[in-house]
């Protein structure tokens, strides 16, 4: 894995982990990779500091390991809070909140899929959603 520190054209930074170099770049001539302050996809890689890891940092602490525990457990909180107050939408997600946005059907909470095309086209019309990460499910 590697962490890349990135910034969007409204020079809002944020970290950003991958598989490797290949990845990030996969993902920005894909258009997957969005600022999540703002939502730009216009993001690059920002000038960082190399890290060079010293041998009694080569596995991350306990603390290191409790706070990537607790971001886990945050977003595994978040889709649980998503699945259990909004309506899944599944691959209908750009038409459901062109609808609601437009007032063709009551305003409430959706979530589903949506290719890179259609969520600039919503942000565009000036439709508001979010992109989250979702985890998988897990046994626990």
Known sequence: MIVFELKCSSDH??????RDGAA???QVRDGALACPLCGDH???KAPMAPR???AREAAPDDRERRAQAEVLK???EVRKAVEDNCDYVGDRFAEEARRIHYGETDARGIYGETTSQEAE???????TFQRIPWLPRTGS
Not at 13 to 18: L, N
Request: proline share 0%.
């Open 74 to 76: 945050q977003l595994r």
């Open 42 to 44: 216009a993001v690059s």
């Open 13 to 18: 930074r944020f970290e950003a982990w991958f």
């Open 24 to 26: 990030y770049d996969a």
């Open 52 to 54: 060079i890891a010293k």
């Open 121 to 127: 086209e919503l942000r565009e019309e000036g439709v």
